[in-house]
């Protein structure tokens, strides 16, 4: 089970830095987590330019928060939801059907691609899940937090998660890739 | 390699190739740029203007509250209501004034002799408004018009997902050619 860190979150509480230093420094992660929730750099890019754009257009409040990193990803795993994502994911599915545009991908070593390949066919709660637990390097209290649910219910999702990713990561070693 | 460490080492992969591949600086723009009606940030010690465009003065970075930005915009809207309010009141008075005269041109005895010619009618003033769209929004429109269709029919496959997906480049590029 991965421990419950939190690290790269220290570095939060109110800020007074300006908005361009913020978003320079947190688009890119933003992006990244969308991108690994969604498999679309398009889509990725596009939601998280509206969450940033939302916080541009509050920055005086938004800045003044306990937390200003945790308000953009909470706003970026949330907003749009369910269709969005839900319908991606269902893409990834018949991905070699799908004509896709060259530029729509962050290129990633094909083991790295597998795994948030894999990730995506999870359900929605617990890809989000795992998405903050590794990705963000949140705790449980912490994910819990961002997505509105007791901590108790997101143990289990990581749990079932990394279960389920085992045996489909796993499937693929069956047929001779190296883990 | 066990599930955990196969995962963090995907994230990080992930959280390095995103700061390295996504470009936040033109992105930061495009935020910049459409709000620079609301708020006058104005260029940036961060950003570097790209080749060939030209510099504009420096201003204060720090951001205006946004109460001042939302002040800012309504006061805009309604300079520009006001403008219109005037050129369509300024087209009435004309538009009236002409027809008075035509009237009375028109109703003037016939039997009076032609001595004096009719006054000049004034020239009539025409207001004509052209509206252009960039191409790129059209096609949003129509791709949007598109993805809702497919929606209510249920039609969840291949042609959605390529149509939301022209949807999404079709908005960034108007975003793009929209802003000033």
Request: with cysteine; proline share 7%; glycine share 6%.
């Given at each position: 089970?991965?421990?419950?860190?939190?690290?790269?979150?220290?570095?939060?509480?109110?800020?007074s830095?300006?908005?361009?230093?913020?978003?320079?420094?947190?688009?890119?992660?933003?992006?990244?987590?969308?991108?690994?929730?969604?498999?679309?750099?398009?889509?990725?890019?596009?939601?998280?330019?509206?969450?940033?754009?939302?916080?541009?257009?509050?920055?005086?409040?938004?800045?003044?928060?306990?937390?200003?990193?945790?308000?953009v990803?909470?706003?970026a795993?949330?907003?749009?939801?369910?269709?969005?994502r839900?319908?991606?994911?269902?893409?990834?599915?018949d991905?070699?059907?799908?004509?896709?545009?060259?530029?729509?991908?962050?290129?990633?070593?094909?083991?790295?691609?597998?795994?948030?390949?894999?990730?995506?066919?999870?359900?929605?709660?617990?890809?989000?899940?795992?998405?903050?637990?590794y990705?963000?390097?949140?705790?449980?209290?912490?994910?819990?937090?961002?997505?509105?649910?007791?901590?108790?219910?997101?143990?289990?999702?990581?749990?079932?998660?990394?279960?389920?990713?085992?045996?489909?990561?796993?499937?693929?070693?069956?047929?001779?890739?190296?883990? | 390699?066990?599930?955990?460490?196969?995962?963090?080492?995907?994230?990080?992969?992930?959280?390095?190739?995103?700061?390295?591949?996504?470009?936040?600086?033109?992105?930061?723009?495009?935020?910049?740029?459409?709000?620079?009606?609301?708020?006058?940030?104005?260029?940036?010690?961060?950003?570097p203007?790209?080749?060939?465009?030209?510099?504009?003065?420096?201003?204060?970075?720090?951001?205006?509250?946004?109460?001042?930005?939302?002040?800012s915009?309504?006061?805009?809207?309604?300079?520009?209501?006001?403008?219109?309010?005037?050129?369509?009141?300024?087209?009435?008075?004309?538009?009236?004034?002409?027809?008075?005269?035509?009237?009375?041109?028109?109703?003037?005895?016939?039997?009076?002799?032609?001595?004096?010619?009719?006054?000049?009618?004034?020239?009539?003033?025409w207001?004509?408004?052209?509206?252009?769209?960039?191409?790129?929004?059209?096609?949003?429109?129509?791709l949007?018009?598109?993805?809702?269709?497919?929606?209510?029919?249920?039609?969840?496959?291949?042609?959605?997902?390529?149509?939301?997906?022209?949807?999404?480049?079709?908005?960034?590029?108007?975003?793009?050619?929209?802003s000033?």
């Amino acid at each position: 089970m991965g421990q419950a860190t939190g690290d790269r979150d220290e570095q939060t509480g109110p800020t007074s830095e300006p908005f361009e230093a913020f978003y320079l420094r947190e688009y890119p992660q933003v992006v990244g987590l969308l991108y690994g929730l969604l498999g679309s750099r398009l889509v990725a890019e596009e939601l998280a330019q509206e969450t940033f754009l939302v916080a541009y257009r509050d920055w005086d409040r938004i800045s003044g928060l306990d937390n200003p990193r945790a308000w953009v990803r909470k706003v970026a795993v949330n907003q749009r939801g369910s269709f969005l994502r839900a319908y991606l994911r269902q893409q990834t599915r018949d991905r070699d059907a799908t004509v896709r545009y060259e530029d729509d991908s962050i290129k990633l070593a094909d083991d790295h691609a597998e795994v948030w390949q894999a990730v995506r066919t999870l359900p929605p709660l617990q890809a989000k899940a795992i998405a903050l637990h590794y990705y963000e390097d949140y705790s449980v209290a912490q994910v819990a937090a961002a997505l509105g649910k007791a901590p108790g219910t997101i143990k289990a999702q990581l749990h079932h998660g990394r279960r389920k990713l085992a045996r489909l990561l796993g499937a693929e070693t069956d047929r001779g890739r190296p883990t | 390699m066990n599930i955990d460490e196969r995962l963090r080492a995907a994230s990080r992969a992930l959280r390095d190739g995103s700061v390295a591949q996504v470009d936040a600086a033109s992105r930061l723009r495009e935020i910049v740029r459409h709000s620079d009606q609301l708020v006058a940030h104005g260029p940036t010690t961060l950003l570097p203007d790209p080749p060939g465009q030209p510099r504009e003065p420096p201003m204060l970075l720090a951001p205006s509250p946004p109460s001042a930005a939302r002040w800012s915009r309504s006061s805009q809207r309604l300079a520009l209501a006001v403008n219109l309010l005037l050129v369509l009141a300024l087209g009435i008075v004309i538009g009236v004034a002409a027809t008075d005269r035509r009237d009375v041109a028109g109703t003037a005895p016939t039997t009076a002799a032609p001595v004096v010619a009719p006054p000049p009618a004034p020239a009539e003033t025409w207001f004509q408004t052209r509206t252009s769209v960039p191409e790129a929004c059209l096609d949003m429109a129509e791709l949007g018009d598109e993805v809702i269709a497919r929606l209510n029919r249920n039609q969840r496959d291949n042609r959605l997902y390529l149509a939301l997906r022209d949807y999404t480049i079709a908005s960034q590029a108007c975003r793009r050619e929209a802003s000033p």
